[in-house]
């Protein structure tokens, strides 16, 4: 599959149908008109790729909306060079989102199918996170820590501690809470001990899922 014009003409819809929902970001929509969601997901289903939907890949796992996304992304507020960790690469569409926003992005996935697949395809394209670690994203990366920002793009049944405490202070976390459905949550490290928390829409993930050793 290659990038067309007509594909980047998908993705400039695609990023007004995503700012009409409420994205204000101009660098987070500028993203989205830039990376090539279709070449994210199994050929074939290219004609799904600029719809706003989340979207099959491989492992059971789902390529996020493109709203979600874009919204937890703006949530993150995140500045060039900053350092960013993100649970749950699967297709590394949010990784790249990441990237174009000039992060310094470590991404864990902890399902080996997506983990390889999702690898080769960041080497094919010249993506670099500085590090991609197959493994349990509830641990975070404490020898990478601290971070800027923390980005959880599964549903987590609660706030993993061990996350809480790998953030800089004044660092963010946006993670979706809950079981069925979750509640986005931005978590702000104001102090050693101190967080502020605050709730924002809903939405549905596939669930964060620990590993039992
Ligand atoms: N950002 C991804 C979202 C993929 S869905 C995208 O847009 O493609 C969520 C991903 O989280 C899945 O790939 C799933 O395997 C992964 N995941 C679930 N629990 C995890 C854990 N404990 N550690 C790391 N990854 C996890």
Avoid: C, W
């Amino acid at each position: 599959m290659r990038d067309t014009l007509k594909h980047r003409g998908k993705r400039n819809q695609l990023a007004d149908l995503v700012a009409s929902k409420g994205i204000k970001d101009t660098a987070v929509l500028e993203a989205i008109r830039n990376v090539p969601r279709h070449l994210f997901m199994d050929s074939g289903f290219e004609d799904h790729a600029y719809q706003d939907k989340a979207f099959p890949i491989a492992a059971d796992q789902t390529i996020s909306q493109p709203y979600t996304v874009a919204y937890q992304t703006e949530l993150l507020g995140v500045s060039p060079g900053d350092k960013v960790l993100e649970i749950g690469t699967g297709s590394g569409y949010q990784t790249a989102i990441l990237l174009q926003l000039k992060a310094r992005v470590y991404t864990i996935e902890r399902q080996l199918e997506l983990f390889k697949k999702t690898n080769l395809f960041f080497k094919k394209m010249g993506y670099r996170p500085k590090k991609f670690v197959f493994g349990d994203g509830y641990k975070g990366l404490p020898e990478e820590a601290p971070f800027d920002g923390i980005i959880v793009t599964a549903g987590a049944p609660q706030i993993p501690r061990e996350l809480m405490g790998q953030l800089k202070i004044g660092g963010k976390m946006v993670i979706p809470v809950g079981d069925k459905e979750q509640t986005m949550m931005l978590i702000t490290r104001t102090g050693e001990k101190e967080f502020e928390r605050r709730a924002y829409g809903s939405f549905r993930f596939v669930p964060l899922l620990e590993d039992k050793n």
